[in-house]
C-alpha cells in the first residue's frame, strides 16, 4: 500500500493550495480518509477526513471554512483544497487511510493503517 501526498509549495497568506495523495494497493473506495499536519516543534494534528461515501466530511475548527477535502474513488484520489490560508497553517501536510472504513473517531490518527509521506505547506506573512 503506497500513499503519495503533493501539492504543497510556498505561498503568502491568504493565497490558495490544493493538495492531493494518490493511492495504490488498497480498496481506495471502502477507506476512511483524512489529512493531518504537524509543524514544527509540535505535534501532529487533525486537518479532515472524509467517509468512503464522500460524505460525513470532519474538520479541524482551525480549518472550518477555509478548507474543503474530497476523494475521486474511482482514481483513488484525495484532495484538500485550502483557501485564505495563514501562517499557521505552515506544517508537513499528511494523508492517511484506514483500509477498512471502520473508523470510528476520524480525528484521531490512530485510527489509520498507512500514511503518505508528506508535502510540505509553507505560508509566508
Known amino acids: 500500500v503506497q500513499l503519495q501526498a503533493s501539492g504543497g509549495g510556498l505561498v503568502q497568506a491568504g493565497g490558495s493550495l490544493r493538495l492531493s495523495c494518490a493511492a495504490s494497493?488498497?480498496?481506495?473506495?471502502?477507506?476512511?480518509t483524512g489529512w493531518f499536519r504537524q509543524a514544527p516543534g509540535k505535534e501532529r494534528e487533525f486537518v479532515a477526513a472524509?467517509?468512503?461515501?464522500?460524505?460525513?466530511?470532519k474538520y479541524a475548527d482551525s480549518v472550518k471554512g477555509r478548507f474543503t477535502i474530497a476523494r475521486e474513488n474511482a482514481k483513488n484520489r484525495m484532495f484538500l483544497q485550502m483557501n485564505s490560508l495563514k501562517p499557521e497553517d505552515t506544517a508537513v501536510y499528511y494523508c492517511?487511510?484506514?483500509?477498512?472504513?471502520?473508523?470510528?473517531?476520524?480525528?484521531?490518527?490512530?485510527?489509520?493503517?498507512?500514511w503518505g509521506q508528506g508535502t510540505l505547506v509553507t505560508v509566508s506573512s
Open positions: 472524509i467517509r468512503w461515501t464522500g460524505g460525513n466530511a
Open positions: 492517511a487511510a484506514d483500509a477498512l472504513g471502520t473508523a470510528q473517531d476520524m480525528g484521531n490518527d490512530a485510527e489509520y493503517d498507512y
Open positions: 494497493g488498497l480498496t481506495f473506495s471502502f477507506s476512511t
